[in-house]
């Protein structure tokens, strides 16, 4: 009951992060450098470490994560490639590649925000007190998981039905998530891989798709200033959760 009290809250605040990103359209460019600022913070001082923990309970060495986060990376790199060269072989492209692009990255944000929903069962099975504390931390973060599924699936256009659908797989994905570690909780070496893969996506889709589109509508200093909040943040954040 805990559980499904507890991921149902973190649902809640990733709707209301995709609504903030559907009614400040006009402000788009400053919410995509926050949303890069967010990825980048979230990369460093959360999916990274987190993997190097994991990896090193199971002897791994740090190459080894590391040589995982450059593939994640390259993996999005080809990815964005194939998708242009697919969508416009003669440059003549506008969004729909990217937008393609920001999908696969949704559904990284959607498998993310699964694995968060099973931190908080996993800590519920302990005692309530942790997976209260597990959840807070979801909780806190998972508003921008909602404004960046929106800002991805849309590529700052505005959003239709179909981007909706994106932004209600991520809110209820901390809940299947929750109800699946009651279940099984996936193995200590699938989880250090995934979280590797997702430090590279996370990398490339804040620096070659975000970043460059948000300075593309608005070459103002605002936009830097907007990514570095996102990125103190997820740093302030993270430091006030202990993790």
Request: hydrophobic share 55%.
């Amino acid at each position: 009951m805990l559980t499904l009290l507890f991921t149902s809250l973190a649902m809640l605040s990733t709707l209301t992060g995709g609504f903030i990103a559907i009614k400040a359209h006009r402000r788009i460019h400053l919410l995509m450098g926050l949303g890069a600022g967010v990825l980048l913070g979230a990369v460093f001082f959360d999916l990274l470490p987190e993997s190097l923990v994991v990896a090193g309970a199971q002897g791994w060495s740090p190459r080894i994560v590391l040589g995982i986060v450059i593939v994640g990376f390259l993996m999005f790199y080809l990815t964005e490639r194939l998708l242009v060269l697919h969508a416009c072989p003669e440059d003549d492209c506008g969004n729909q590649a990217h937008q393609r692009l920001g999908r696969l990255s949704a559904i990284g944000l959607i498998v993310h925000s699964t694995l968060d929903g099973a931190a908080i069962g996993a800590a519920s099975l302990v005692n309530w007190q942790a997976g209260l504390l597990v959840a807070l931390a979801v909780i806190a973060h998972d508003t921008s998981d909602g404004l960046n599924t929106i800002l991805l699936v849309t590529h700052g256009e505005r959003a239709r039905r179909g981007d909706l659908v994106f932004l209600v797989i991520d809110a209820l994905a901390p809940v299947f998530g929750g109800l699946l570690a009651l279940a099984i909780l996936p193995p200590a070496g699938a989880l250090a891989v995934f979280l590797g893969f997702a430090s590279g996506f996370f990398l490339y889709t804040a620096t070659s798709d975000l970043l460059p589109e948000a300075h593309r509508r608005s070459p103002s200093i605002s936009v830097s200033l907007a990514t570095i909040a996102g990125i103190v943040l997820i740093g302030v954040a993270v430091q006030l959760i202990g993790k």
